[in-house]
């Protein structure tokens, strides 16, 4: 990450402000004058038992990222290809994650179309390469199972890295903006002190002098079954402003939004 004087980071103690909007892209729209930086968006992770309801991901890529794209030149996703070349290790780590997150087969599907969809936007996508040493790291938790805190910590260090990475890379004219898609907890600017270790909000804040803006996009059908997200603060203004019957914004301070999505079940 660049080593850059930090600026301060907005208050986050006002209370949370909703508002519906006619859309998810009206909603982003209205960030974009001030496009430069970073932007990182995160999501609660499709499982199985939504499978049923729109992921976050495929509204990303129908109706966000092309918003959002005009003004960007990178996109970082939080995934990695497996290459098969890591021996056991790697397919253990693998085979225990794919099962522990109970992701939906059609997860992987829909990050390859996000990678594919931003390429044809002229957004050059960049995945995570995780190594063959860390998969030998992150085998070798109790009994041979996942190290899930190393596993957090390895993956933001990477999305941490790649950032810096883009933020150096050529940029073209007019599209400065610096693009990440991941779980809602990396991207964090007010992580839970507990969290704090597996975040990156505040590092790249620091980086970008203050040019960092974190949007979480939830599905309200996954909201409602989330006790943790029952009991945020937002939570309450979510509900008032509509609840899942209209798409809401939700302003925690200048640099934190949080998009709910209308209620929406696969066709």
């Known amino acids: 990450m660049l080593a850059r004087p930090a ?52 509204r990303f890529t129908e109706q966000i990222l092309p918003v959002v794209a005009p003004h960007a030149s990178h996109l970082i996703v939080e995934t990695w290809i497996t290459r098969g070349n890591c021996g056991e290790a790697e397919t253990r780590v693998t085979e225990e994650v794919a099962r522990t997150t109970e992701r939906p087969v059609e997860t992987e599907s829909e990050i390859m179309k996000l990678l594919r969809r931003a390429k044809e936007l002229g957004v050059a996508p960049h995945v995570l390469d995780i190594g063959c040493d860390e998969y030998k790291v992150l085998a070798g938790g109790p009994a041979g199972q996942v190290d899930y805190d190393k596993l957090l910590t390895i993956t933001n260090q990477h999305l941490e890295r790649a950032i810096g990475q883009g933020l150096l890379l050529p940029r073209a004219p ?59 603060p937002w939570y309450g203004a979510w509900q008032r402003a509509g609840g899942g019957s209209s798409d809401v914004v939700i302003q925690r301070n200048p640099r934190s939004t949080i998009v709910v999505f209308r209620r929406g079940r696969l066709p």
């Not at 009206?26 to 968006?41: E, K, Q, R």
């Not at 790249?204 to 009991?231: Q, S």
């Open 174 to 232: 007019g599209r400065p903006l610096v693009v990440v898609y991941g779980g809602a907890l990396h991207n964090d600017l007010f992580p839970d002190p507990t969290l704090a270790r597996y975040t990156f909000g505040r590092h790249v804040h620091a980086a970008t002098r203050g040019a960092y803006r974190e949007v979480d996009l939830y599905v309200p059908e996954m909201v409602d079954t989330t006790p943790a997200l029952k009991a945020e």
């Open 7 to 58: 600026a301060p980071i907005p208050a986050a103690g006002a209370p949370p402000r909703a508002a519906r909007q006619a859309s998810p892209q009206a909603a982003i729209a209205a960030l974009m004058p001030d496009p430069g930086g970073v932007i990182a968006f995160g999501e609660l992770h499709q499982t199985r038992a939504t499978a049923s309801v729109r992921s976050a991901i495929s």
